[in-house]
């Protein structure tokens, strides 16, 4: 609201019809000149001299109320009566679960054979082993307490993944544990071995399909057969109270290479 029309307002709630300010009023319309001609003189009637002065007074003691102004509000919508209307059931439009793209895990695998077991090896440093490596030497210690050749043997090359640097190729998790299994499975078809050894948590997850809680442990794998879950050799070393809890599972599981020797 502007000037003009807040004064005509004021104007209004006071009941005030014709005024003159006393000087000129910013943003004010112009007067009209018949407002400013003086209204004619009229005689006043002795008998109804006393009614107005009456009014006056009481319009004098009267308090003057403060005026209101309205200021125009948006007009509240009326709200739609509820219809029941029967509403046709949505069809079901069957979701496809999003691809995520998962970024491909990475670690290095060498397989390994001893006596009459295959061992998948966690590569730590991801290069082949060498003889003076301590965890190469730490592998032997474990093979000498499990009665098993203490030198062994390479099968195939080291299993290196990701496969391929650039490429639009799957190599999320499940492909990783698709092509280690496929790989471990073509070499114990043509050496068959009375248990695999799974040692490092990379060789229990893509091809035990377990986690870090089968340490110790034993597992069945369908396409591998009877498997031993160990940590890794780096993890052993870092950690020698883990060595004690190997120790005793491997006085029960070392029975099943060691069976077959003594019949």
């Known amino acids: 609201m502007n000037t003009e029309l807040r004064r005509r307002a004021y104007l209004d709630a006071m009941q005030v019809a014709t005024w003159l300010p006393r000087t000129e009023l910013p943003f004010a319309a112009p007067s009209r000149q018949e407002l400013l001609a003086p209204p004619p003189a009229e005689e ?17 003691e009267a308090p003057a109320e403060r005026p209101r102004i309205e200021i125009p509000r948006p007009a509240a919508q009326p709200r739609q009566a509820a219809v029941e209307t029967p509403v046709a059931a949505p069809e079901a439009v069957e979701e496809k679960p999003a691809r995520v793209n998962v970024p491909p895990p990475r670690f290095a695998l060498q397989l390994l054979r001893a006596g009459d077991c295959a061992l998948l090896v966690e590569l730590p440093t991801g290069e082949p082993f060498q003889s003076r490596d301590p965890a190469y030497i730490l592998l032997k210690d474990l093979l000498r307490a499990a009665g098993l050749p203490d030198s062994p043997q390479l099968l195939g090359e080291p299993v290196r993944w990701p496969l391929l640097v650039r490429g639009n190729m799957d190599q999320g998790p499940q492909a990783a544990l698709e092509f280690v299994q496929s790989f471990v499975a073509a070499r114990l078809e043509e050496q068959p071995s009375t248990c695999l050894w799974l040692v490092g948590l990379p060789a229990i997850r893509f091809a035990g399909e377990a986690d870090e809680h089968s340490y110790n442990r034993e597992l069945q794998i369908d396409v591998l057969g009877a498997c031993w879950a160990l940590p890794g050799l780096e993890l052993l070393m870092e950690e020698p ?23």
Do not use: F, G, H
């Open 241 to 263: 109270t883990r060595k004690r809890e190997l120790w005793q599972a491997m006085r029960r599981v070392r029975q099943r290479w060691l069976a077959p020797a003594r019949s």
């Open 44 to 60: 006043p009637q002795p008998a109804q001299a006393e009614a107005p002065l009456a009014a006056v007074e009481t319009v004098r």
